[in-house]
C-alpha cells in the first residue's frame, strides 16, 4: 500500500493546493475534459494542483493511475469482504455480494466514480494500463474461488469465473455509464442475478469435464 | 522504416483486388502474415503502412481496401472469426437453450489446432507489447461481444444494448478468454476443449 500523505508542501505561486488524493483527483479529470488525457502531462496536473512534481508522484505512481483512486485499498476490502462470507454461501452468490459491496459508493462520491468510470472505459490510450489493474481485481475473485474449490487460483475454473466477473461488472458500468439515475449497485447485483437465471433456463448436462465445483 | 525496398525482399506478391465487390480474403490473410511478420521484426511503430504494402507487392490505396488501419492488419483472422459466429449463431437450433447454443458456436468457430498456436501466440504477444495494438484488438473483442449480444437479445425479445444480452456477452467472452489463456499457457490439445470446459465451467458455477 502506498503512503497517503496528510499534508502537501507549501503552496507555490499563491495557489490554494489541494491537500487530498480525491481533489487532485478532481483537478487533473477537469484537466482531461478540457484538453484530453492524453495531452495532459503530469506537470499540467502539478501545476493546476497548486503541488510540485514530485508531490504528484507521493499520491500517484503515474498519470493513468489516477483514474484508479484509491483501487489497492479498495482491492483489500473485497478480500476480506470475501473471506469473511459464511462458507456455506453458494459461490456465485457469495461474489456477487463482493461485487455489488465493492461497487457501493456514498452518495457524494458519486459524482467523482462516475467520472473515474468514464475515463477508465472509454479512454482507448488507458485500456493497456487497465488490463493490469482488472488483473489485480480478478486475482482476487480468482483466490477465492480457487480456494473455495480446493484448486490452484490459476486453474482454469478459478480463472473462468475471475473473467466472468469481470465482464459482468463492466457491462453493468457501461449500462450505468449510459443513464444519469441508475443506481449502479442495484445493476451490480441485478447483472449477476440475470445470469445467472440465464444459466438456469434449461441447460444440458455437463458433459466429460470433470464437474469443478461439484 | 522507410526503406520499402528492404522490407520486401522475399515477400510474395499479392494479387491486386479487381473491381468493387467483396475482397479475397486468402490476400487478406497473407497480408495479415506479412504484417505481423514485419510487427514482430522490426516493431509495430516502426512499420510504415508503405512498406507494409509494398512488402506485399500492393499500394497504399490497395492495403487501405483490405484494412482500415495498420492495426487491423493484425485482425484478420479474429474477424473472420466473428463472422463465422455469427452466421454459426444464426444457424443455430431454435430448441437449443441460448446458454448451450452460444457455448456451441463459440467452440465451433474457434477450430484453432496446434499448428495455428505459432501465429496466435505471435498476435497475442504483439498486443502485449504494443498499447496501441492492445487498444485495437479491445475494439475487435467488442465486435465479437456485440454478435453475441445480438444473439442473446434476439432470444430474449430484448434490445443487444439492454443489460442481460450485455451481461451475457461481456461473461461469454471472458469465460472464452480465459479458456484461450489457459490453452496458451500449456499448449495441451486443441483449443476448441477447452474453450468447451471454460464455458461448461461458468455455467456449473452458477448452479453451484
Not at chain 1, 478540457?34 to 497548486?50: H, L, P
Not at chain 1, 457501461?174 to 449497485?185: F, G, I, K, N, V
Not at chain 2, 504484417?35 to 487501405?64: K, N, P, Q, W
Not at chain 2, 479458456?179 to 474453450?195: F, H, K, N, T, V
Request: net charge negative; proline share 6%.
Amino acid at each position: 500500500m502506498r503512503p497517503v500523505p496528510t499534508a502537501v508542501p507549501v503552496a507555490r505561486a499563491g495557489r490554494k493546493p489541494v491537500t487530498s488524493r480525491a481533489d487532485l483527483e478532481h483537478v487533473a479529470f477537469d484537466l482531461f475534459d478540457r484538453q484530453g488525457f492524453e495531452r495532459t502531462t503530469v506537470d499540467d496536473i502539478a501545476r493546476a494542483a497548486g503541488i510540485g512534481r514530485r508531490t504528484f508522484f507521493r499520491y500517484f505512481p503515474s498519470k493513468n493511475d489516477v483514474p484508479w483512486g484509491n483501487f489497492d485499498t479498495e482491492l483489500d476490502r473485497m478480500r476480506i469482504r470475501l473471506d469473511a462470507l459464511p462458507p456455506q454461501m453458494p459461490l456465485m452468490e457469495a461474489i456477487r455480494v463482493a461485487i455489488v459491496d465493492f461497487n457501493t459508493f456514498a452518495p457524494e462520491q458519486i459524482g467523482l466514480h462516475r467520472r473515474r468510470m468514464r475515463l477508465i472505459l472509454q479512454t482507448p490510450a488507458l485500456q493497456a494500463h487497465s488490463t493490469l489493474r482488472y488483473a489485480a481485481w480478478r486475482q482476487v475473485i480468482d483466490e477465492f474461488v480457487g480456494e473455495r474449490i480446493g484448486q490452484c487460483a490459476d486453474a482454469l475454473a478459478p480463472r473462468t469465473v475471475g473473467y466472468v466477473a469481470l465482464g459482468v461488472a463492466i457491462a453493468a458500468y457501461e449500462q450505468w455509464l449510459e443513464t444519469d439515475e441508475a443506481d449502479l449497485s442495484v445493476l451490480m447485483d441485478s447483472a449477476m442475478r440475470q445470469l445467472a437465471a440465464a444459466f438456469g433456463d434449461g441447460l444440458a448436462p455437463a458433459g466429460p469435464a470433470p464437474g469443478a465445483f461439484g | 522504416m522507410d526503406d520499402a525496398g528492404k522490407t520486401g525482399a522475399g515477400a510474395p506478391d499479392l494479387p491486386q483486388p479487381a473491381g468493387p465487390g467483396r475482397l479475397p480474403s486468402t490476400t487478406r490473410h497473407q497480408l495479415q502474415d506479412i504484417a505481423m511478420d514485419m510487427f514482430s521484426a522490426h516493431g509495430y511503430d516502426e512499420v510504415t503502412i508503405e512498406a507494409l504494402a509494398a512488402a506485399a507487392g500492393i499500394s497504399r490505396r490497395t492495403f487501405f481496401r483490405y484494412f482500415s488501419s495498420k492495426a487491423d492488419a493484425l485482425m484478420a483472422d479474429f474477424d473472420t472469426a466473428v463472422e463465422r459466429l455469427r452466421s454459426v449463431l444464426a444457424g443455430s437450433d431454435p430448441d437449443l437453450p441460448m446458454m448451450d447454443a452460444i457455448r456451441h458456436a463459440v467452440v465451433a468457430v474457434n477450430d484453432y489446432r496446434t499448428e495455428d498456436l505459432a501465429r496466435l501466440r505471435q498476435r497475442m504477444q504483439l498486443q502485449h507489447d504494443n498499447p496501441a495494438l492492445l487498444a485495437n484488438g479491445i475494439l475487435h473483442y467488442e465486435e465479437w461481444q456485440a454478435v453475441v449480444a445480438e444473439f442473446a437479445a434476439g432470444r430474449l425479445s430484448q434490445a443487444a444494448d439492454d443489460l442481460l444480452p450485455q451481461v451475457i456477452a461481456r461473461s461469454v467472452f471472458g469465460a472464452a478468454y480465459a479458456g484461450l489463456m489457459s490453452w496458451l499457457a500449456d499448449e495441451r490439445g486443441d483449443l476448441g476443449p477447452r474453450l468447451d470446459g471454460a464455458l461448461r465451467a461458468m455455467a456449473e458455477a452458477f448452479r453451484a
